[in-house]
């Protein structure tokens, strides 16, 4: 196993365009990192430099103590898992899972050992006389992660191994990913666009988004996965991370005499708690000024489920409200104009959204108890949990007071 350190990574290709730039990472012995981002990111480029599949521009890469920006790929002690398997259909599942090590003439019964104790890891063992064709999707992926584990690297890298799966096999291979690095301890680095995938698989997640002439860098956080969910960084990171994704609203602070706090947004009204204010250091300083509130589906509770203060209670008409048996997602508008920064058309034109098609009310997800009844078309009022407030300054998009947590 091994460190793996970037810094300053960057890629310029010959015509000029520059794909990543400024990455700067240490990935920890044994850790499980995710890049995840937008389509045209850079995250697979990152991961294909680490490899030494695409020439680096700019920087320093070290894995472990050696330097290997010039070091070709089959002598860096790596190896590769890619999203479309990559098998060899005349072979067995042995033979695929062999191929490697008989290029680097591993004794037959030094090959038998490894392609044996992988194929149990990952329960494929019945299957080691078979060709791919006879396989399912989820076997063919264990046998492609099983022919990078009988290499037994420094580190392996993963491009999007599962986004060939239909979705109930994914969440399937995610728990079994999860397991097979708590047992192989193997440092990994692992590409996807999927941000479910990143939160449930990473020990860390690199969040990355395109560079531009203005932002000449990819990397806009690393952290836990629970740290980028409840501190983002920016209103990028805040809109990327999080299923449903995060509600957001432009809204104004206001302190009344005695102290208190009041956040005024499209035409509602609610007190904030002491904890939201204190975790954005300088927010007095936007009082009275506009800025993007951020509220997750989650800080949402439907009224009739237990307490619910009036200050922090607004009453909404549904539009849909989706039962899911354990939750349900209540989905309303509300009479103010979507947010539109960079960071957010960035976000909608990942997700194929026109800005335009938007229209001039913001629409809010809210995610409550299934036990109460709501009907579709309805009023009903809901409790706001305003100790989780997220604060973001308009003009640069960053989280006011933003600072990141050790």
Same mark, same amino acid.
């Given at each position: 196993?091994?460190?793996?350190?970037?810094?300053?990574?960057?890629?310029?290709?010959?015509?000029?365009?520059?794909?990543?730039?400024?990455?700067?990472?240490?990935?920890?012995?044994?850790?499980?990192?995710?890049?995840?981002?937008?389509?045209?990111?850079?995250?697979?480029?990152?991961?294909?430099?680490?490899?030494?599949?695409?020439?680096?521009?700019?920087? *320093?890469?070290?894995?472990?103590?050696?330097?290997? =920006?010039?070091?070709?790929?089959?002598?860096?002690?790596?190896?590769?898992?890619?999203?479309?398997?990559?098998?060899?259909?005349?072979?067995?599942?042995?033979? =695929?899972?062999?191929?490697?090590?008989?290029?680097? *003439?591993?004794?037959?019964?030094?090959? *038998?050992?490894?392609?044996?104790?992988?194929?149990?890891?990952?329960?494929?063992?019945?299957?080691?006389?078979?060709?791919?064709?006879?396989?399912?999707?989820?076997?063919?992926?264990?046998?492609?992660?099983?022919?990078?584990?009988?290499?037994?690297?420094? $580190?392996?890298?993963?491009?999007?191994?599962?986004?060939?799966?239909?979705?109930?096999?994914?969440?399937?291979?995610?728990?079994?990913?999860?397991?097979?690095?708590?047992?192989?301890?193997?440092?990994?680095?692992?590409?996807?666009?999927?941000?479910?995938? $990143?939160?449930?698989?990473?020990?860390?997640?690199?969040?990355?988004?395109?560079?531009?002439?203005?932002?000449?860098?990819?990397?806009?956080?690393?952290?836990?996965?629970?740290?980028?969910? =409840? =501190?983002?960084?920016?209103?990028?990171?805040?809109?990327?991370?999080?299923?449903?994704?995060?509600?957001?609203?432009?809204?104004?602070?206001?302190?009344?005499?005695?102290?208190?706090?009041?956040?005024?947004?499209?035409?509602?009204?609610?007190?904030?708690?002491?904890?939201?204010?204190?975790?954005?250091?300088?927010?007095?300083?936007?009082?009275?000024?506009?800025?993007?509130?951020?509220?997750?589906?989650?800080?949402?509770?439907?009224?009739?489920?237990?307490?619910?203060?009036?200050?922090?209670?607004?009453?909404?008409?549904?539009?849909?409200?989706? !039962?899911?048996?354990?939750?349900?997602?209540?989905?309303?508008?509300?009479?103010?104009?979507?947010?539109?920064?960079?960071?957010?058309?960035?976000?909608?034109?990942?997700?194929?959204?026109?800005?335009?098609?938007?229209?001039?009310?913001?629409?809010?997800?809210?995610?409550?108890?299934?036990?109460?009844?709501?009907?579709?078309?309805?009023?009903?009022?809901?409790?706001?949990?305003?100790?989780? !407030?997220?604060?973001?300054?308009?003009?640069?998009?960053?989280?006011?007071?933003?600072?990141? *947590?050790?």
């Amino acid at each position: 196993m091994a460190e793996i350190t970037l810094e300053d990574i960057g890629k310029i290709y010959p015509d000029g365009t520059r794909a990543v730039g400024q990455v700067t990472l240490d990935i920890r012995d044994g850790e499980f990192l995710v890049l995840v981002g937008p389509s045209g990111c850079g995250k697979s480029t990152v991961l294909r430099m680490i490899a030494g599949l695409e020439e680096i521009s700019e920087g *320093k890469l070290h894995i472990g103590d050696r330097l290997v =920006n010039d070091v070709a790929p089959k002598d860096r002690d790596i190896a590769m898992v890619f999203q479309n398997y990559a098998l060899y259909p005349h072979m067995t599942v042995f033979d =695929n899972m062999a191929f490697g090590l008989k290029l680097r *003439k591993t004794p037959k019964d030094e090959i *038998k050992r490894r392609v044996d104790d992988a194929a149990e890891v990952l329960e494929i063992t019945e299957f080691l006389d078979r060709k791919p064709k006879a396989l399912s999707g989820g076997q063919r992926q264990r046998v492609a992660m099983g022919r990078a584990i009988v290499r037994e690297p420094k $580190a392996f890298l993963m491009d999007e191994p599962l986004s060939n799966l239909d979705a109930k096999l994914r969440v399937q291979m995610r728990t079994e990913l999860g397991r097979l690095h708590n047992r192989l301890e193997t440092t990994t680095v692992y590409v996807t666009h999927d941000q479910v995938e $990143a939160m449930t698989l990473g020990h860390r997640v690199a969040v990355l988004r395109a560079v531009s002439q203005k932002r000449p860098f990819n990397l806009q956080q690393v952290a836990p996965p629970t740290e980028l969910f =409840n =501190n983002p960084a920016n209103l990028f990171v805040a809109g990327f991370i999080g299923s449903p994704a995060m509600n957001m609203v432009y809204g104004v602070l206001e302190q009344e005499s005695e102290g208190r706090v009041f956040l005024k947004f499209a035409d509602k009204r609610v007190y904030v708690e002491r904890a939201a204010l204190d975790a954005h250091p300088g927010i007095e300083d936007y009082f009275g000024k506009q800025i993007v509130v951020g509220i997750r589906p989650g800080e949402f509770e439907d009224a009739r489920m237990g307490e619910a203060p009036a200050d922090r209670t607004i009453r909404v008409k549904t539009d849909v409200n989706e !039962l899911l048996g354990s939750e349900s997602y209540v989905h309303f508008g509300l009479d103010s104009a979507p947010v539109i920064t960079p960071d957010i058309e960035e976000l909608l034109a990942d997700s194929g959204t026109d800005p335009e098609t938007l229209g001039h009310e913001t629409r809010f997800t809210a995610r409550v108890s299934p036990d109460v009844s709501v009907p579709d078309m309805s009023e009903v009022d809901l409790v706001i949990d305003t100790s989780k !407030l997220h604060f973001f300054d308009i003009d640069s998009s960053d989280k006011i007071g933003y600072t990141a *947590k050790a």
